[in-house]
């Protein structure tokens, strides 16, 4: 049996930490200014691009790698003697996963697999931790994308929005609503379902109360809930605020499953600066 190798995408949001510890390679996706085009987490960080946002007003696009980018990186592998699974940003997010199923055509139909993730961020990165996990345990890439598919109903992804700006730049709000969250201090839940996104709470007052409202939908779903990874995952929030949130999730699991990532720039593109997400996977 091969060994395999795990693919994944810049939107997963893990840390480098993460990447190393198992064994991921990352095809970072593209943002663009214009004509100007940059690598998520490569030559463009958030910072960078929250700055050049500030600077002339306006959003990047973000784009999917082509198929020819994923079949070079799966034959880069393949070549090496591994099987390749890849999972990264939903399909419904992103062509991403049509590239990579169009690249899969090119390989034996059993050296190459694919887990739409039907998710985003470290939603999506969680499944690909598992991923790691299970080949790092000698699973085949066969194995490992039936397990994943099974889980990925079983994801649980809320974000708490900072500000309603970037949603309305980038047509996920409207004027309206935009002024009045910025009035009424709202921070919408935004949650991952059936890979697509909707607001399920219009929390108002301090970050810390829709913080709240995460942290009661965790208690909530204990027990049933895989402790081995929660992840805290945010858009450039100060640092009182993911302290505070970290401080409740730890109340109520193995504070050393509490992983804290930031997210990539095509993520931070949608969301704007401040965001902040709880994620897991339920049993």
């Known amino acids: 049996m091969n060994k395999v190798k795990i693919i994944v995408d810049s ?21 663009n200014f214009g004509t100007d085009n940059f690598k998520d987490g490569v030559d463009m960080t958030p910072d960078q691009l929250y700055k050049r946002v500030k600077e002339f007003g306006e959003l990047p696009s973000t784009a999917a790698r082509s198929p ?9 592998y393949i070549d090496k003697g591994y099987d ?9 997010f992103s062509t991403s996963f049509q590239s990579a199923n169009i690249a899969k055509q090119e390989f034996p139909e059993d050296r190459v697999y694919l887990v739409d993730s039907l998710n985003l961020s470290s939603g999506s990165g969680l499944l690909a931790m598992k991923a790691g996990r299970m080949a790092k345990e000698g699973a085949s890439a066969k194995e490992i994308k039936a397990e994943l598919e099974s889980l990925v109903p079983n994801v649980s992804s809320k974000f708490a929005v900072e500000t309603l700006e970037y949603l309305h730049k980038g047509g996920r709000c409207s004027g309206a609503s935009k002024l009045l969250g910025h009035i009424f201090h709202i921070h919408p839940i935004i949650s991952v379902k059936d890979g697509g996104m909707l607001v399920t709470k219009k929390p108002r007052g301090l970050m810390k109360i829709a913080i709240n409202e995460m942290v009661n939908e965790l208690k909530a779903d204990l027990p049933n809930v895989y402790q081995d990874d929660i992840m805290i995952t945010h ?12 401080s409740e999730v730890k109340k109520l699991v193995d504070p050393k499953c509490v992983k804290i990532t930031h ?10 600066p401040g965001t902040i997400g709880i994620l897991y996977i339920k049993k």
């Open 263 to 272: 997210a990539g720039c095509v993520i931070c593109t949608h969301c704007g």
């Open 84 to 92: 390749v699974l890849y999972v990264g940003i939903g399909s419904k």
């Open 235 to 246: 858009s450039g929030c100060s640092q009182d605020v993911i302290d505070y949130c970290e």
């Open 11 to 31: 939107t997963v949001d893990l840390t480098k930490e993460l990447y190393e510890q198992y064994d991921m390679d990352i095809l970072p996706l593209n943002v």
């Open 68 to 76: 020819l980018d994923f079949e070079e990186i799966f034959k880069k």
